[in-house]
């Protein structure tokens, strides 16, 4: 065991952009990779979080698996961050809160233009889908909040560093935004 | 000394009449606002404004400065309530930033940003409103409508013409335009009315030209509100 403060990622209902652009921090990461080393995440493929200092939570909770996986990372990290305005406010894919799930589905797999073999699948292995896209803070508590879409990579090197300093992280003006 | 008030300990005159908002205007202090617009009457709905008058809450915007007001504008209890106030109108109608033409240069995000609020604490209602597209000119996204009845005023006041009213009460509140059919291509608005371009969100907008200013290079992107409203609205309240 190293005494490196502990990180894991993930992406619920998000688009992975906000992965890319904490990617973004560039050369920075092998400064942070001195202070840190990640835990679950789609950048190491570890499959389950265990004992976390900080959890990255990207997406909102579009499925009952996204309900399961943001438990876990809540059980298992100290902090737990949302990240983006998906995890915020459900963002893009809260879109579809306004159709009905059975009018969604019925466009995406039977009635929408050059559907083949249309059946709605079904695979007991697919999670379900909830009715609505929720954001994160209406599931498990989150401690702090990283808005944009993405949020730029100095929001998340900003942030960072000032939770690994024992700073109060802040984001100055120049650092939100929702868009 | 007489006709005057204090603002955060700051000394403020003022000229018979004027409320606290025009005479914090005046003297380059600036207290958030989304309802509020120097040219029209005010209306004191989206208490944004509130400030502490002599310990009482009140609307900066409705009322009256009086000689010797003792007022607390800028201090973490107001940000504090102002922030929640902006969270509530956020999550009561469908703020989706990254989707919505009108980022950068919208009020209601741009009030956000300089309160720093950095999520949305309540739960979302995700209402379903419509869209009105029907105008060859502007839109109706009713999604991103506040209330904070500046076309209405603007439309009464300014165009003499009275296109938009408030209808219904509490959650059933919506935007609604002068037309048997409901429609905003049936009313007698034009692009060129003071109505069509005063809504602080992304409720009311012009057709054709979303994208002319790309987003990073938008009114909010590096400035804040405060400067932004205070070099505009000075003048205004003037007049």
């Given at each position: 065991m190293t005494n490196k403060i502990r990180i894991a990622t993930t992406s619920l209902g998000g688009c992975f952009g906000c992965h890319m652009s904490f990617l973004d921090i560039d050369e920075r990461i092998l400064a942070l990779a001195e202070l840190v080393e990640f835990d679950r995440s789609p950048l190491t493929d570890i499959e389950h979080c265990t004992n976390c200092d900080i959890g990255l939570i990207e997406g909102g909770v579009c499925n009952s698996e996204n309900v399961h996986v943001l438990r876990e990372f809540r059980k298992n990290c100290k902090i737990l961050v949302a990240v983006g305005a998906c995890a915020i406010n459900g963002g893009l894919p809260a879109m579809r809160n306004f159709i009905p799930l059975e009018e969604c589905l019925n466009e995406a797999y039977l009635y929408g233009i050059g559907v083949e073999n249309a059946q709605i699948p079904n695979d007991p292995e697919l999670p379900l889908l909830l009715d609505k896209v929720r954001p994160i803070h209406e599931v498990v508590k989150i401690d702090y909040f990283l808005p944009g879409c993405p949020p730029s990579a100095d929001v998340f090197w900003k942030f960072l560093t000032d939770l690994l300093a024992g700073r109060e992280p802040s984001l100055p003006y120049d650092l939100v935004h929702y868009d | 000394m007489s006709n005057s008030i204090t603002i955060d300990g700051k000394p403020i005159p003022f000229s018979e009449g004027q409320t606290i908002m025009e005479a914090a205007t005046a003297a380059g202090v600036y207290i958030p606002h989304l309802c509020h617009h120097p040219e029209y009457t005010p209306h004191g709905s989206c208490k944004l404004c509130n400030v502490k008058v002599n310990g009482r809450i009140c609307s900066a915007c409705t009322y009256p400065a009086m000689d010797g007001q003792d007022i607390l504008n800028n201090t973490q209890e107001l940000t504090d309530d102002r922030q929640k106030i902006t969270q509530m109108l956020f999550v009561e109608g469908n703020h989706f930033c990254p989707s919505c033409e009108k980022t950068g240069n919208c009020q209601l995000q741009a009030v956000a940003y300089h309160l720093n609020m950095l999520d949305d604490h309540f739960p979302l209602f995700y209402p379903t409103r419509a869209v009105d597209a029907s105008h060859e000119a502007l839109m109706i996204?009713?999604?991103?409508?506040?209330?904070?009845t500046l076309c209405v005023r603007a439309s009464q006041q300014k165009d003499h013409k009275d296109v938009f009213a408030i209808s219904g009460r509490g959650l059933n509140k919506h935007l609604i335009v002068n037309a048997q059919s409901g429609?905003?291509?049936?009313?007698?608005?034009?692009?060129?009315?003071q109505a069509a371009h005063i809504c602080p969100t992304g409720a009311i907008l012009i057709k054709h030209t979303a994208y002319q200013v790309p987003i990073g290079e938008r009114l909010y992107d590096h400035k804040q509100i405060d400067q932004v409203s205070l070099a505009s609205e000075t003048l205004k309240h003037d007049k």
């Open positions: - | 996204d009713h999604n991103r409508c506040i209330f904070c429609l905003l291509k049936d009313t007698d608005i034009s692009m060129n009315d």
